[in-house]
């Protein structure tokens, strides 16, 4: 079993719909991070998160410590947020750990 | 800023042949990281560098080799190219938790 699990693998969603992606983790950590994979390649920091919740526009991230579980929402989603969402903890040991990341792509 | 830059972003290798990655970052960060990623697979670590001259092995380091040269520079050498290193490949560098990552040079062995 995978250290970081993401679901689903795979979501297509229509314009404006709701998106929300999930991360769960069965080792301690020290932070997690959200990242963004464009299709063209380039990856980007979306969030890095120790607890509770953070935003930056229409992106929502929250972690639950205690359920080693953590979700990243879309509000508002457009075709431009298509791409695959990749989470990652730091586990105690300072070492980094990815999911497999969710493909996401957002029909107009 | 130009943050993490890499070098090539495409190569074409024959079984056996040589080259060096190249990745500088201009943030003055300690930390870099060189990974690969395959399709269906997260992204994997190779190698990494603490600090300037200090190089650790990652989750699959076996056919590489790197160099730290200074602060802002850490290269990636394959000696001699075998079709299961075809990938693409990140460098990283991070402050903190938060790692930067690179472009990508996307690798193929033939």
């Known amino acids: 079993k995978n250290e970081v699990e993401q679901s689903p693998q795979n979501l297509t969603a229509q314009e404006g719909e709701f998106i929300t992606i999930n991360c769960s983790y069965s080792v301690g950590i020290s932070a997690l991070h959200w990242l963004q994979q464009h299709p063209g390649g380039g990856i980007v920091s979306l969030f890095m998160l120790s607890s509770g919740k953070k935003k930056h526009g229409r992106l929502i991230a929250t972690i639950n410590i205690q359920e080693k579980h953590s979700s990243l929402h879309i509000t508002a989603s457009h075709p431009r947020d298509s791409a695959v969402y990749i989470c990652?903890?730091?586990?105690?040991?300072?070492?980094?750990?990815f999911g497999k990341g969710t493909r996401l792509h957002i029909l107009p | 800023n130009a943050g993490v830059t890499q070098t090539p972003k495409f190569q074409v290798l024959k079984t056996g042949q040589s080259m060096t990655l190249q990745c500088a970052q201009d943030?003055?960060?300690?930390?870099m990281y060189w990974y690969r990623q395959d399709p269906g697979m997260g992204l994997r670590l190779i190698y990494y560098?603490?600090?300037?001259?200090?190089?650790d092995k990652g989750e699959v380091p076996n056919g590489y080799n790197v160099s730290r040269l200074n602060k802002r520079e850490f290269s990636l050498r394959l000696e001699s190219a075998a079709p299961s290193q075809t990938s693409v490949y990140f460098c990283a560098s991070s402050w903190g938790y938060e790692q930067y990552f690179g472009p990508g040079t996307r690798l193929t062995v033939t």
């Open positions: 943030m003055n960060h300690n930390s």
């Open positions: 560098s603490a600090s300037e001259g200090t190089t």
């Open positions: 990652a903890v730091l586990n105690r040991d300072d070492k980094i750990i």
